[in-house]
RNA sequence: UGGGGCGUCGCCAAGUAGGUAAGGCACGGGGUUUUGGUCCCCGCAUUCGUGGGUUCGAGUCCUACCGCCCCAGCCA
């Protein structure tokens, strides 16, 4: 080992990992490139709701210029009016500010330079760089050749200055209808990189836009748009995913030929995708509008506010994009490190709370009849700070339908005829006894007997008891909707292959139990709070709820050692 | 058959003047535990897409293959 690695930290060692990007702006410091400068953006198009896709960027973007002392930009990409909206502008606002990131007074939209963007096309054909090409579409796709032949020189490239300025600011004054011409950048029909044969540059749209309403019918594309406007901003460093690798030739070329404040580096890296969901903005627009999902928000989607509603939290989600790394390689995350993030979050601040899903009903056949006893539980076994509540214990009790067995199977620690186990913070309970349904056989309810030496949960003979079992008391508990939710689809990924994605929709994503039993200091809860179902799971009170009927979304499930030990 | 990328453990991902494979998730085993949760130990790539070559030594250099992804929107 050379013994400049002395003050290099371990690969173990504390903060980010030094990802490829980060190298890249560690190397431009080092070199003074810009100056210390690190500027950066996140620029969606408003055109559908964010997802945890996204958030991998925003982290990026957002969390290299906290590093550096930057500065990260939010900027709209919105040159595309058909597509656009300010529900989308709104929501995409909110969940930025949700995932913990703040863009100050930067809040951009490209269509604010469009008037800009205008005057350097202007100047582009000045220089005879670009030219109103009158072709249609299809003669324009005709021409552009294919993967392995050249294009071919539209009749109009060699349109003067002065013909091409009058064109395009007539086409501007609105004298042509859609698609009859377009500008076009004069760059190399033949070029290996299809993205060089003359891409457009600007469209004819009568279409109103979001923001500018009327004021324009021609519209710039992405590949014009973006390159200036983060060259306007001064940003420094220009992150996008994998597929703009063959837009990079055009995004210097445009600037390389226009006066504009600086020159950015544009860096492509791997977007993200996800096991048993899709993170295709097509694709989940498509969930929504086919009301397969109940909309933006449907808790199963990976969208940020379908998440924020299961009860992701912000934390999680950050945790999440550090861990899964930045590469430019292809790549499927398991949907476990997720939800291992948010367990991992949420078992340190969560208060535990009992609820019975499937209720059984137990009667302490040696407990007094209408006698009542508080016990004092603490919300967190861990952390006293998060406080206690009073639960009421009495004669009548339900237990999970699934913690009891009549006929149990090896290493079981629940009920069962004879066994005993403990009440949490109650009793040691035996069960000396079952109820059926005459009619189907079905058990209908447990007798027990508690040992009264064991309140609180222990023995003081030092027996022990291998289960521990959460209750609710029947006079007591109040009702509560719960919706568990599973993974949206049965593949890992769900558009790899033919057919159709939505043929992998997992019919079992939902499961509403519409009659669960919570015990009553959970009626006090605010919506938002993230609890845990002692042994159920961590659930999020969900917006639906009210003070009748609250509504808990599970937001993952405890890890089942049983369930694993069993199969 | 053109161009641009990428291939390190089941899934992510470190590895960068060549020096003898980090870490996380998942998984398996053990301990603690009033959640079969948490927590704590321990295990988990003789090998880096493949074949050659250079070298005392190669995931890192050379070379030839193989595989996967992206590009022919007046989408972004």
Not at 267 to 275: H, M, P, V, Y
Not at 360 to 383: A, C, R, T, W
Request: hydrophobic share 35%.
């Amino acid at each position: 080992m050379a013994a400049h690695d002395a003050t290099v930290t371990t690969p173990t060692g504390p903060g980010p990992a030094r990802d490829f990007i980060r190298q890249i702006v560690d190397e431009d410091n080092r070199t003074g490139k810009w100056g210390g400068r690190v500027h950066t953006r996140f620029p969606p198009e408003p055109n559908g709701y964010l997802h945890i896709g996204h958030a991998k960027s925003i982290c990026l973007n957002f969390g290299l210029a906290k590093e550096f002392g930057g500065q990260c930009n939010l900027r709209f990409d919105d040159t595309n009016p058909a597509k656009e909206e300010v529900e989308y502008v709104d929501a995409i606002q909110a969940d930025v500010r949700w995932l913990g990131f703040d863009w100050e007074d930067r809040c951009f939209y490209a269509s604010n330079y469009f008037g800009k963007l205008y005057a350097f096309a202007e100047q582009l054909i000045e220089k005879g760089l670009a030219y109103v090409d009158d072709q249609s579409q299809e003669e324009i796709r005709a021409n552009r050749g294919t993967l392995t032949e050249p294009g071919t020189d539209s009749p109009c490239r060699g349109r003067t200055p002065a013909e091409n300025l009058d064109l395009f600011r007539r086409m501007r004054a609105g004298e042509f209808p859609d698609g009859a011409k377009v500008l076009r950048a004069k760059i190399d029909m033949k070029s290996p990189n299809v993205v060089l044969r003359d891409p457009v540059l600007y469209r004819i749209k009568h279409v109103e836009h979001h923001r500018t309403g009327d004021a324009w019918c021609i519209y710039p594309m992405y590949d014009y748009t973006h390159c200036i406007s983060d060259a306007l901003e001064g940003i420094t460093h220009s992150i996008c995913s994998l597929e703009f690798e063959n837009n990079r030739p055009l995004y210097d070329w445009v600037l390389d030929n226009l006066p504009v404040p600086g020159h950015p580096q544009q860096i492509e890296f791997a977007r993200l995708n996800l096991s048993y969901t899709v993170l295709s903005k097509r694709k989940l627009i498509q969930l929504v509008t086919e009301k397969v999902v109940s909309g933006w928000d449907d808790p199963r989607l990976p969208t940020l506010s379908g998440i924020r509603r299961r009860g992701y939290t912000p934390e999680a989600i950050r945790d999440f994009c550090e861990r899964i790394g930045i590469s430019k390689a292809e790549n499927m995350v398991d949907m476990a490190l997720l939800e291992h993030c948010l367990r991992e979050d949420l078992n340190r601040r969560a208060k535990r709370v009992m609820a019975v899903l499937r209720p059984l009903k137990v009667i302490i056949e040696n407990y007094p009849e209408g006698q009542v006893e508080e016990i004092d539980f603490p919300y967190h076994p861990e952390d006293a700070s998060l406080g206690s509540r009073k639960v009421p214990f009495s004669r009548e009790l339900y237990i999970e339908r699934d913690d009891f067995q009549e006929n149990p199977p090896k290493k079981w620690f629940r009920l069962a005829p004879g066994a005993e186990v403990r009440l949490r913070y109650a009793y040691y309970v035996t069960c000396t006894g079952v109820v059926r349904d005459p009619a189907t056989g079905e058990v209908t309810e447990l007798r027990c007997t508690h040992d009264p030496a064991t309140k609180g949960g222990w023995s003081s003979d030092g027996r022990k008891v291998k289960g521990t079992l959460h209750w609710v008391s029947a006079a007591h508990a109040k009702p509560a909707e719960v919706r568990l939710y599973d993974r949206l689809f049965t593949k890992e990924n769900p558009s790899e292959g033919k057919g159709d994605f939505k043929d992998w929709l997992n019919p079992d994503s939902l499961e509403i139990i519409p009659d669960a039993l919570i015990e009553p200091s959970l009626a006090d809860f605010p919506v938002g709070e993230r609890v845990q179902f002692e042994r159920l799971g961590y659930f999020c009170l969900d917006p639906d709820s009210t003070p009748a009927k609250p509504v808990f979304n599970r937001s993952v499930a405890l890890k089942d050692s049983w369930a694993k030990a069993s199969r």
